[in-house]
């Protein structure tokens, strides 16, 4: 009783600091999140570009509630925040899409030029590595390993280049887990050829075909000739969206270089 008494304190007191702080709403945050990438989306892909990918089409309406999905949902992360694991910022989220909606669609076509400084740090981990966790936005520069079904994980840190990540191992910064090998390997650089999107560094992996068996180029996200960045569904592209490179999903799905530990274990799922 005493335990659950205390929960109950913590959570009116986050409740309370969300309130004083301002900014979008942990309740909010998904919703605002999805709704700003997709407007972006929309305004920088012509409907036909976007109308067969999974993840943004057939419209804007589905584009959104796609994306929203995506996000881990509030519920999780006020229970995540009442544990003490993390703590949101809402006032920082508000300036996360700010920025988001600043950048130009040429600048979200790179990972290297889709920066918002502000998506790094709205959700803040408070987790380190080796002790318990339930999602990977509660682990300190690490990701939350063995997490499923409402059993916790344990924060576990990011493999080295070479390192096997044959069992499911999130690679570390500016590396990618390679299908053959399974070692994390360096990104590579635009011209190379590739399989996936999640292996190029600009984030574009252009005119693979799966169906000749030929692969694709490393290059901008949604291929050259288009102001359009999504990488499923663009005349040019190849493979799956890169993670926003999602805010948040981060961005999770989306065109923006966000939180590592999420484009990381986004690259792993693909």
Known sequence: MRATIEVTIRGLVVAAALARCGGVSVDQYATEASQTMCAKMYSCCAAAEVQNNPNFGPDQSSCEANVKKQFVSPTRLKQSESQGRLAYHGDRLSDCLQQYKALTCDQLKSNA??????????????????????????????????????????????IAQNGSCADGGVCGKNLYCDGSSRACQP?????TTCNANYECATGGCNGKNPDAGTPGTCGLKGGPNTTCYATVGCSSSG????????????FIVIGITTRHKLKSVRSARR
Not at 140 to 158: K, L, R, T
Not at 239 to 250: D, E, F, M, Q, S
């Open 113 to 158: 030029t889709s920066v918002a400084p502000a998506c790094d740090s709205f959700i803040e981990p408070k987790v380190a590595v080796g002790a318990s966790c339930g999602v990977n936005d509660e682990c300190i520069s690490s990701w939350c390993q063995g997490a499923a079904n409402g059993v916790d994980g344990i924060c576990s840190a990011f």
């Open 187 to 191: 990104l590579k650089g635009d011209g």
């Open 239 to 250: 493979g799956v969206v890169g993670p926003l490179t999602l805010l948040a999903v981060l």
